[in-house]
């Protein structure tokens, strides 16, 4: 299901160092440091004519499923690029909507619609690679089944502010797009 996920070959680390696990336990989501991210990751982005809008975190814990849910209360292309650290045995589902979810908020204040697994069919399921290129406008969630992990989760803008959509981010990132190896 390549309008969902492609794994991505980036030329360099999205962290200025290692990954600081203690300071991102601290709440199941939060915004990624500025300060965490390497310059010459910013750099890479630049030279895409694209830029970092903003980054969070997200902290699971083991043998969770977690909520169903669609980013965002009105998109429904909303590409992201994901990092993976900590387990990486964790599937990404993404599922085709049967009824109109609940909107809410995030306790950053970001927009999602969330949905019951009887509201949903699912359409994919598959191991993320990272980092990867994830299709966040549809619902989807994770489910994590043998370690923490954190998921740093990226977006991304034209410079006028427009945000990428997902055929655009197959295009700008094509040297970078890597296989599917691992469909169910």
């Not at 923490?148 to 945000?163: A, G, M, P």
Request: overall charge neutral; proline content about 7%; hydrophobic content about 40%.
């Amino acid at each position: 299901m390549e309008s969902l996920y492609r794994p991505l070959a980036i030329p360099t680390s999205l962290l200025a160092g290692p990954f600081n696990r203690p300071k991102y336990v601290k709440a199941r989501h939060q915004h990624l440091d500025r300060s965490d991210i390497s310059s010459k990751f910013l750099d890479w982005v630049d030279s895409l004519d694209i830029v970092l809008d903003h980054a969070e975190v997200f902290f699971s814990i083991p043998g969770n499923t977690y909520m169903i849910h669609q980013d965002h209360h009105s998109l429904i292309d909303f590409p992201k690029i994901n990092w993976v650290y900590g387990v990486l045995d964790s599937h990404m589902n993404w599922f085709k909507p049967k009824v109109v979810g609940e909107s809410a908020n995030t306790t950053l204040s970001t927009p999602f619609v969330k949905y019951s697994p009887t509201d949903v069919e699912l359409l994919y399921s598959t191991s993320i690679a990272s980092p990867s290129l994830v299709q966040a406008g549809i619902p989807h969630n994770i489910s994590n089944v043998n370690g923490f992990r954190w998921c740093i989760s990226t977006v991304y803008t034209y410079r006028d502010k427009r945000l990428i959509p997902w055929n655009d981010m197959i295009k700008i990132l094509s040297p970078y797009l890597t296989k599917i190896q691992d469909q169910h």
